[in-house]
């Protein structure tokens, strides 16, 4: 699997340790995990996406960039991505977590992929590491128009209430051993996402609400 992977991306590891701890989970081994390699690999992603942006549209603003850069990184697209390459076949999860369902186990997947662009990193160098997240997100990277406002789901939900005549959406929270369990409850119906961050789940659950009442993007 782990061949596999590499393929995917276009990349052949010197130092293979690095590419196996990056698919092990806490809930797997609660000492040697995943946890770095993830912290290293969400900066080091965001400041490839950052350069990239800022390079490739001088004419747009802060504000606008950090909304692209959002989209692009938000935690459902790095799951999306991570199941894209196969690394949740090759993930390594406790028999408990390895039971959950797949919904919750998105931030699961958003870390590893992380934590694979950490270890590129580590094993490659930055100009690796950049090579591979630039391919990777190339197709995003092409779509992007900047006529469009890219606000992230919740300003959108919040925008649709307001058109409406209601109050702000009221978000509910749940911490546990995964992360940060979300829920919001519109027109009778609940809706619930995870995440390892509070922020990340609601913008889950309002891309959900969204997408069940037919709202479309900017």
Known sequence: MLEIIEKNIGYSFVNSQLLELAFVHKS???KLNNERLEFLGDTI???IISQYLFLKYPEASEGHLSRIRSM???SQSLADKAKSIKLNKAVKLSKGTANLQEDNKQSIYEGCFESLIGAVFLDGGLDQAT???I???SKELDEISLENSFKDPKTQLQEVFQSRGMSPP???HFENNSGFECSLTFQ???YSSLSKSKQGAELKVAEKVLKDIGHTHD
């Open 131 to 133: 090579i591979v997240a």
């Open 170 to 172: 009221t978000y509910s």
């Open 28 to 30: 797997y081994n609660n």
């Open 72 to 74: 692009l990184v938000q």
């Open 135 to 137: 391919n990777l997100f």
């Open 188 to 190: 009778e119906k609940c």
């Open 45 to 47: 992603l965001n400041s």
